[in-house]
């Protein structure tokens, strides 16, 4: 398998389609245009830091495909923390079916079911409080939902913010129920 640097993690995102988050690209630009933060798509980790090899990559599609349905992403407001990788989001609802469907996940990756903290990532990076609270007067009101139909299995390298999508996996095409 490919990876970006040696400290690549893989990752399974779920990513809104452009033209379905108009107000969230907008938001992230205001955020880039100010705080200069790195270039990364509009994701949301569904779940992190598992190996796998090839062989396990291919079977994974299969699971999730004959596991999963396409699942509706609500979110409404932004939030922010002291930590790098959840500096400014927006606050995505973790809902039944999101819990259920995380659970799922874990189970079919073979990981414990942690702490989980849906968000779609605006910035990353360090700043204080105040600069990013300041901001939030400049960014429209966020409220809506978005179809998660196909998962992104990403090799992802925290240290150099680089990410790389290695597979692409269309939930409820192969159902045979």
């Known amino acids: 398998m ?7 993690l893989l990752t399974l995102w779920a990513m809104p389609k452009k033209e379905e988050i108009p107000l969230i690209l907008s938001a992230k630009q205001t955020i880039d245009n100010e705080l200069q ?29 004959s596991k999963l349905d396409p699942i509706e992403i609500s979110y409404k407001g932004y939030g922010m923390k002291d930590y790098f990788f959840q500096a400014f989001y927006v606050k995505v609802n973790l809902n039944q079916d999101l819990q259920t469907t995380r659970s799922k996940i874990c189970d079919i990756l073979k990981i414990e079911n942690e702490e989980f903290m849906p968000h779609l990532s605006l910035y990353y990076g360090k700043q204080a409080l105040e600069k990013k609270q300041s901001l939030l007067t400049e960014l429209p009101d966020i409220e809506g939902s978005f179809m998660a139909e196909t ?21 409820g095409e192969l159902r045979h129920d």
């Open 37 to 65: 933060g790195p270039a990364f798509p509009i994701h949301m980790t569904l779940a992190g830091q598992f190996d796998m090899n090839q062989s396990e990559i291919n079977s994974l599609e299969e699971a999730m495909v």
């Open 2 to 8: 490919s990876s970006l640097g040696k400290n690549s």
């Open 151 to 171: 998962f992104y299995l990403v090799s992802f390298d925290p240290e150099n913010i680089e990410w790389k999508i290695l597979n692409s996996i269309n939930l």
